[in-house]
């Protein structure tokens, strides 16, 4: 089984729509989520850092964590057309590691005007 | 607002030479990353670096690659004897503390072998 599992879509979306992204993982010992955007030969952008489950707002972007499902979203209200990209999911466990984030394979999106 | 900085963005490089490739990490953090991505794949984690050593590494990380500091600015990944399979795009990552921190990102070095 994958550590992390994320749909690799692609998705496509007119303008104006709401976007859920989605990933589950299998390690329970992770503990803080990250949503990293990454454009076209360009590197993963941080968009979204959480700890905790429950939901963490910031503009037009929310990300929700189920720690008891294993499960994480990335909701984008209003989406446009510059949000087309590819949405990473990463993650890391708690202490002891230095870095290691485990990333999600990435769902590419397309948000049409 | 402050980045991470990659060069080159791209690096060609012939099968069996050495490649080094440069970042210059956000001039507060302390921990420094590589990542890989290769073409159509996951970003994949290579080494952590802290406190002049490496924290952690991957099996991907073996005794062709080599990281250093070698002064208070500039992070690099070196390469010894490139491999084809040694093509993809390399991420140099840096945070300001461990893994209670998030990593910020470079835009990466296309490293091509021929």
């Known amino acids: 089984q994958k550590e992390v599992e994320q749909d690799p879509g692609p998705l496509s979306v007119p303008e104006g729509a709401i976007v859920s992204l989605n990933c589950t993982y299998s390690?329970?010992?992770?503990?803080?989520f990250m949503w990293y955007r990454q454009y076209s030969r360009k590197g993963p952008e941080l968009l979204m850092y959480t700890y905790s489950s429950g939901n963490k707002e910031d503009g037009r972007f929310t990300a929700q964590v189920d720690k008891s499902s294993k499960y994480i979203s990335l909701f984008i209200r209003d989406s446009q057309p510059s949000d087309s990209a590819t949405y990473l999911c990463a993650m890391i466990t708690f202490g002891g590691s230095q870095g290691n984030l485990i990333f999600g394979k990435g769902t590419k999106l397309s948000v049409k005007p | 607002e402050p980045e991470v900085t990659q060069t080159p963005s791209h690096q060609v490089t012939q099968m069996g030479q050495e490649v080094i490739l440069r970042c210059v990490p956000i001039s507060n953090h302390l921990y420094f990353y590589w990542y890989r991505q290769i073409l159509g794949q996951k970003v994949e984690f290579l080494v952590s670096f802290y406190n002049n050593e490496i924290s952690e590494k991957s099996e991907i990380f073996d005794d062709q690659f080599s990281v250093e500091r070698p002064d208070g600015s500039n992070f690099t990944l070196k390469i010894r004897s490139t491999k084809l399979e040694d093509s993809a795009m390399y991420f140099c990552a840096s945070g300001r503390t461990g893994g209670d921190q998030p990593q910020h990102f470079g835009d990466g070095t296309r490293l091509s072998i021929l």
């Open positions: 390690n329970s010992a992770f503990q803080y």
